[in-house]
């Protein structure tokens, strides 16, 4: 027996939601990822050369 879904309980998201997602990702979660990003990146090349020392030597 298929599972019946009433059409009327599916809402589509509102302005105000899409607008709310809209500032949480373009405001925190987008900076946020990029330092964690770039800090990672240079942790990783930190390391690096702590243990096989700098370019070139």
């Not at 330092?35 to 942790?43: D, E, K, M």
């Amino acid at each position: 027996m298929p599972l019946q879904v009433d059409p009327g309980l599916e809402k589509a998201p509102s302005r105000g939601n899409e607008t709310l997602a809209f500032l949480f990702l373009s405001l925190v979660l987008f900076p946020l990822l990029s330092i964690v990003l770039v800090g990672g990146f240079g942790f990783v090349i930190w390391m690096e050369h702590l243990m096989f020392g700098p370019p070139g030597s």
